[in-house]
């Protein structure tokens, strides 16, 4: 079994400094085989820790993001399932099912994986599903579930 960790928007060292502690001393190197990051990594020396909890690390670009090689979708497949990735700030309404599907279907993956709001969603819409792990160090968001 593969133990694949999502997550993202960590604004490192924008709007904290680290990882949480407690979280930190979950990720232990060699416990998870693959890093699906959702964006907003925002420092070299996070995408590094990254890499020795995971040799394997997926990475999109965010928009506070300043890495010109990261891409700003990604498709990721484990056995018959397409994973779509994207930071989320392309997808207007931020975060609305409906265009969610829509980038979905533009990407053909039955899973797509996005961030920007800092709010964890996982939901199925119209036979896809659709996660966001919200922010990895709880950093605000100016969004509003309003």
């Given amino acids: 079994m593969v133990l694949v960790l999502v997550i993202g928007d960590f604004h490192i060292p924008y709007r904290v400094h ?3 502690l407690k979280f930190k001393k979950l990720l232990v190197p060699g416990k998870i085989q693959q890093i699906i990051c959702t964006g907003n990594v925002c420092d070299k020396e996070t995408f590094d820790y990254l890499r020795t909890v995971a040799a394997d690390v997926h990475v999109v ?3 506070y993001d300043e ?3 990261w891409p700003l979708s990604k498709i990721i497949t ?3 399932l397409r994973i779509g990735v994207l930071h989320g700030h392309q997808v207007i309404p931020v975060g609305d099912a ?3 599907s829509i980038v979905a279907r533009q990407m053909d993956v039955d899973i797509l994986l996005t ?3 800092h709010r964890f969603e996982a939901i199925e819409y119209e036979g896809k599903f659709f996660v966001n792990p919200g922010s990895a160090t709880g950093a605000y968001s100016g969004f509003s579930s309003e």
């Fill in 98 to 100: 409906e265009s969610l």
């Fill in 67 to 69: 890495f010109p090689s």
């Fill in 18 to 20: 680290d990882l949480p």
């Fill in 78 to 80: 484990h056995g018959p």
């Fill in 115 to 117: 961030g920007h709001t």
């Fill in 61 to 63: 670009k965010g928009d």
